[in-house]
Structures are given as C-alpha cells and as structure tokens.
C-alpha cells in the first residue's frame, strides 16, 4: 500500500504560481510512477502530468504545457507540480496518483494508477 497526501493548494489570481507537493508513505521502497489529475465539480477527472520513477520522463496535457512542471525527489519521496501563469480554468481540486512499476503505458488514464491521494484545491481568480 501508498499513502499519498496533497498539500500546497491555495486561493491565487490570474497569473501568479503555485507549487503542490505530493508525499508519499508506505510501500514507497518499490518503483512508481506518478502522475496529477484535476476535477472540477460535475466534470470528469482529467490528466494533468505524469512523471517515470527515474524521473528522466515528463509528460503533459496540451493544457498545461510550458506553464506545468512535474518532477520528483526520491529520497523525499515526494512529488511536485510546478503551476505558473495560473489562469482561472486552472481551478480545480487536484488529485496526486501512483502506479506502481515503471511502464509508462496508458499513463494519462485513471484507470492506469493503483493509489489516489484526497485532493486539494487550487482556486484562480480573474
């Protein structure tokens, strides 16, 4: 099992920055690969990031591409996801998720990852 919490959401205006982190506990001895999902009320969850266990492999949705950053410490087990020039349809809850092994196959689907963590919310004001 992994444990994974969220933290570093926040209320923001239109083009400031944001850092979430994702923390990892458990099982974290073991390869995974992580990715960020957001949701926002009455919509579906969407991909967001993806990011290998080494690290050496970063993956984006078209919607955040150049703006995002994920990366990863390992020794921290933790996870970040880098938002800059929020804008306001970046509102959402955001979900950390891990797969464990290290394929990258399916790595956007949700039904691809093992452990979600509880959400937080990033709100953008215009």
């Known amino acids: 099992q992994v444990q994974l919490v969220e933290s570093g959401g926040g209320l923001v205006q239109a083009g400031d920055s944001l850092r979430l982190s994702c923390a990892a506990s458990?099982?974290?001895?073991?390869?995974?690969?992580t990715g960020w999902f957001r949701q926002a009320p009455g919509k579906e969850r969407e991909f967001v990031a993806a990011?290998?266990?080494?690290?050496?492999?970063?993956y984006y949705a078209d919607s955040v591409k150049g703006r995002f950053t994920i990366s990863r410490d390992n020794a921290k087990n933790t996870v970040y996801l880098s938002m800059n020039t929020l804008k306001p349809e970046d509102t959402d809850v955001y979900y950390c998720?891990?797969?464990?092994?290290?394929?990258?196959?399916?790595?956007?689907?949700?039904?691809?990852?093992?452990?979600w963590g509880q959400g937080t919310q990033v709100t953008v004001s215009s």
């Open positions: 458990g099982r974290t001895s073991r390869s995974y690969t």
């Open positions: 990011i290998s266990w080494s690290g050496s492999g970063t």
């Open positions: 998720a891990a797969r464990m092994g290290q394929t990258i196959l399916r790595i956007s689907e949700i039904s691809a990852y093992d452990y």
